[in-house]
């Protein structure tokens, strides 16, 4: 019989710290949902003393999933350890994760304590967390770089003091697949209450070994495994929990170990992720990535049309990547659209269900087919974006390459829904149509951000392909991230930055 590995997914706290990845509430809650129904174990919702907004979120994730595990990380502080209860307790499963750095430098620079303060502090924590509940993570940060010796004592004392998950970080993405086995090895043989945790290991991917470090660790024993969704997290990332998953699964004769994910849930996951943070999956990117499945040369397409196995060791449906039977277009009528949208994950109140089914209507007079990709960008576009302060009514563009310059008319609403609402319009010039719109745009709005990125896909294929922008700006200090879809780019661009500056918006209220 295989063993089984546990998936701790950490896309909502080491995923959320990567540039550009910060997501809302309302977010957050989409996508712990989203990682329930791809079977993780261990949801980590955030670090609730990082901030007033973290704590809400992790209390609000634990009320909207069910038996999944929900994590709240804390430094091993008996403050941060309380407030970290706080926020998880009402989780049907809830988790306290406690760390603190055992490398030399982090403890002589960072922490500017000794081994013995370290290992104090370490079982102190642990303790405290165990009188809230048994369900205890501890991890030795820097573990990788951390005298091994040492971390014997230190995680011998954390299980003596009620961790049950023992993680071994690969924090600054150092170790080597063959080094970090061998590490793995070393702490399970000589740790002399090994057999009372799990061992769990946590990779980042700074030398793009995260996966092949994890898998190396799971040879090894571990049966914890910490990843995000398609990688993401602080620097280069961390372990892609599609990545491990999928290895786990195609090498099974190799691994011996099974996980409770429903691999068919590992696209709509990624693409659920890459809408909420406004990044497209990159088209090369493994297991998800567009090209991922696609045979361009003359030899592998013949191979692939003799028989599928000669050049593909998985398949597309087994990831989730297959169109369904529901096709929507003109004549699709509410119940199908409702269907769609619950095969794509998302249960909508008759209310969203009317303000989808119109959007679809009207999409559908633009366009000739529409793919899931439509439907997911127009339930994100124009259900879930309307609590919005600021909004776009109209605009209309000039593009001209003569004497007039490009110039842009837009005309927005302000106020927030049920609220008083003013109507505001200005025009300016731009170097191009879309410069034009958006200093008409700073201009209503009265914040000259930077655009620090900018970016157009199409979500489908076709020329009349939805186009999806993904903008970046940044205001004294605040950054934040903006996406759209349109069937035109230009008011597709309009409606990211409108986006960006309502999020900056947020984020500065909330400060
Ligand atoms: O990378 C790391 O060491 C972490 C710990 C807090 C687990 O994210
Ligand atoms: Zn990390």
């Known amino acids: ?9 950490t896309t909502l706290r080491d995923g959320e710290q990567s540039p550009g990845a910060t997501m809302n509430l309302d977010e957050k809650i989409r996508m712990a949902r ?117 971390l014997v004592k230190v995680f011998e004392t954390a299980i003596a003091a009620g961790a049950t998950t023992c993680n071994v970080p690969d924090t600054v993405g150092y170790t080597q697949p063959f080094e970090y086995y061998e590490m793995i090895q070393y702490l399970l043989g000589n740790i002399p209450n090994a057999g009372k945790a799990i061992f769990s290991v946590h990779c980042h991917n700074d030398l793009g070994l995260a996966v ?21 997290g602080e620097r280069a990332g961390n372990a892609a929990l599609e990545e491990v998953v999928m290895a786990i699964n195609t090498r099974k004769e190799l691994y011996n170990v099974e996980t409770r994910i429903d691999t068919e849930q ?84 008759d209310e969203h269900l009317a303000m989808l089914f119109s959007a679809v209507k009207e999409l559908a007079d633009k366009k000739e087919q529409i793919y899931d990709e439509d439907v997911e960008a127009m339930i994100l576009e124009k259900v879930y974006r309307r609590r919005d302060k600021f909004r ?36 300016s010039f731009g170097e191009g149509s879309i410069d034009a719109v958006f200093k008409a745009i700073y201009g209503l709005v009265g914040v000259p951000a930077k655009l620090e990125r900018y970016s157009v896909n199409a979500v489908t294929q076709g020329s009349d392909a939805l186009g999806s922008v993904a903008v970046r700006i940044e205001h004294e200090g605040i950054k934040a991230v903006g996406r759209a879809t349109d069937a035109d780019v230009v008011r597709a661009s309009a409606l990211a930055m409108i986006n960006a500056l309502n999020r900056l918006e947020k984020t500065r209220e909330e400060k």
């Not at 994890?214 to 995000?228: F, K, M, N």
């Not at 310059?405 to 003013?422: I, K, N, Q, R, T």
């Open 1 to 9: 019989m295989s063993d089984r590995v546990f998936v701790f997914d």
């Open 392 to 427: 776009l009514v109209d605009m209309s563009v000039f593009s001209g390459t003569g004497d007039v310059p490009p110039h842009a008319a837009v005309v927005m609403e302000f106020g927030s829904l049920g609220g008083e609402v003013d109507i505001r319009r200005i025009s």
């Open 266 to 349: 590992i696209y709509p996951s990624c693409r659920r992720l890459s809408q909420i943070i406004g990044q497209p999956i990159p088209p090369y990117k493994a297991i998800v990535g567009t090209n991922a499945f696609a045979h361009e040369s003359g030899v592998h397409q013949d191979g692939v049309i003799k028989n599928r196995l000669t050049y593909e060791i998985m398949t597309p449906a087994s990831i989730g990547r297959t169109g369904t039977d529901i096709v929507i277009g003109k004549h699709s009528g509410s119940h199908a659209v409702k269907k769609k949208a619950e095969e794509l994950g998302y249960e909508l109140d």
């Open 212 to 232: 092949a470090n994890s898998l190396a660790a799971i040879q090894a024993g571990a049966r914890q495994v910490e990843c995000t969704v398609s990688g993401i």
């Open 34 to 150: 989203q990682l329930e129904t791809l079977g993780v174990d261990i949801i980590e919702a955030g670090f609730p003393i990082a901030s007033q907004g973290d704590f809400e979120a992790v209390q609000a994730i634990c009320k909207a999933v069910g038996d999944v595990q929900v994590a709240g990380l804390c430094r091993t502080v008996i403050k941060d350890i309380d407030r970290c209860w706080q926020a998880v307790k009402e989780a049907r499963n809830p988790r306290i994760h406690t760390f603190v750095a055992t490398s030399d430098i982090h403890m002589k620079y960072k922490l500017n304590k000794s081994p013995e303060q370290v290992l104090d502090m370490a079982a102190k924590a642990v303790s405290h967390a165990a009188q809230y509940t048994s369900n205890v993570e501890f991890s030795a940060e820097d573990a990788s770089r951390s005298d091994w010796d040492f």
